[in-house]
Structure formats: C-alpha cells, structure tokens
C-alpha cells in the first residue's frame, strides 16, 4: 500500500485545510488509518483515527470540535478537515495505515505498517 499525503499550505490562525491521503496499491487490506502531526521538537503524536469503512475511533483531545476525520472507501482517499486552525496546530502531518493483522490497536506508530511523507501546515498568528 502507498499513501499520498496532500493540502497542507500557510494558513492564518482562524482558517482552515483540508488535508487528503489517497491510497493505492492493496488498499483491501487496510485496517485502521489515521492522521499523525509532529511538530519541531516534539514528539509525533496522533491526531485522528477512523476504522476504513467504519467509523470514527479518536481524537485528540487539542483538536476536538475542530477537526474532523473521514474517509471515502469508492476513492480510497481519507480526508482531515482542520477548522479554526491555531498556531500551535503548525506542524507536519503525516496519514499512516495498518492491515487487519493489527486488529484494534490505532493509538501508536508502532500499529501503523504504512505511511505518507508528510505534509506542512503552518498557522499564523
């Protein structure tokens, strides 16, 4: 499986991206997929996760009521909505993937088995 990572730009504080990851390849092996963000200095952490074809699983607790996760099974695409977007959101944004191998687990990198490059959003104040 390949993940395209897309939609990150400069945004003010107050805007808002939408970011996609299309996927390829053996897409009907994927699990588990979400949004992952690190920012310089810290730790990846994750942002947002969905079971493909099910539903929400998680959000951070920073993005709640901003963000909103979803995915597209017919385009094989999943999709960040950032809303209200703030400066401490700047960071870059990486999508991740697993295989139904790693059953219910979604809260760390070590679940996921495959990743996009990363995409940049930064938020201005």
């Known amino acids: 499986v390949q993940l395209q990572a897309s939609g990150g730009g400069l945004v003010q504080a107050g805007g808002s991206l939408r970011l996609s990851c299309a996927a390829s390849g053996r897409t009907f092996s994927l699990h588990n997929m979400g949004w992952f963000r690190q920012a310089p200095g810290k730790e990846r952490e994750l942002v947002a996760a969905?079971?493909?074809?099910?539903?929400?699983?998680y959000y951070a607790d920073s993005v709640k009521g901003r963000f909103t996760i979803s995915g597209d099974s017919a385009k094989n695409t999943m999709y960040l909505q950032m809303n209200s977007l703030k400066p401490e959101d700047t960071a870059v944004y990486y999508c991740?993937?697993?295989?139904?191998?790693?059953?219910?687990?979604?809260?760390?990198?070590?679940?996921?088995?495959?990743w996009g490059q990363g995409t940049q959003v930064t938020v201005s104040s």
């Open positions: 969905i079971r493909w074809g099910g539903g929400v699983l």
């Open positions: 991740a993937a697993s295989n139904f191998a790693r059953g219910t687990y979604y809260l760390y990198d070590s679940d996921y088995d495959y």
